[in-house]
């Protein structure tokens, strides 16, 4: 008996004595009379009945569900005008070759130009603000520090802090009215 057994996309085909497969179609023809509401109904499968139901299609449905998406086929019209995918046999498949080494690593660089933007914005701000509000904006507005953890260190109410914060930006928008183009921008 010839049986086909599925792995992944590729079909193997086995030559298997008939004597070797009696256990499995009885075992299997038992089982199914033993669930089915009527077993008159149940007759025998054959062993490749049985490996396609219990094997290649559940098999198959997993590879298929995990790799259909990047299938080596070419997607194009048909000839014939029918919906579907072909590959011609005088076509070759080149799976693409994209490697860590075609991409340019630019993380220090943009960290340099953050830094120094960084850098610039603080400037402006510690120009124009007294000392102790230039370094509040910055803190909450730029290092993202809570107000409760400047409260908490400084020793004073959140309140306190968040007053303090709010006459720094007043301060702030009265130099500069309207925002700017800075990546850290908020308005």
Not at 78 to 90: E, F, I, N, Q, T
Request: hydrophobic share 30%; net charge negative.
């Amino acid at each position: 008996m010839k049986l086909r057994i599925r792995y992944e996309d590729k079909v193997t085909t086995l030559e298997v004595p008939d004597e070797e497969c009696t256990v499995m179609i009885e075992t299997d023809y038992q089982k199914r009379r033993n669930k089915a509401d009527d077993p008159s109904t149940i007759v025998p499968r054959t062993a490749q009945e049985i490996l396609d139901e219990e094997l290649n299609r559940p098999d198959y449905n997993n590879w298929h569900r995990h790799n259909r998406h990047s299938s080596p086929t070419v997607h194009a019209p048909r000839l014939d005008g029918k919906r579907g995918v072909y590959l011609a046999a005088d076509d070759t498949y080149t799976p693409p070759t994209n490697t860590i080494e075609e991409f340019p690593d630019t993380a220090a660089q943009l960290m340099k130009e953050l830094t120094e933007n960084y850098d610039d914005v603080c400037a402006v701000i510690r120009s124009a603000l007294k000392p102790k509000q230039a370094e509040l904006l910055i803190a909450v507005h730029l290092d993202r520090v809570r107000v409760t953890d400047i409260a908490l260190q400084e020793g004073v109410t959140v309140g306190a802090i968040t007053h303090r914060l709010e006459t720094a930006e007043k301060n702030f928008k009265k130099l500069f009215p309207e925002s700017s183009t800075y990546i850290s921008s908020r308005g």
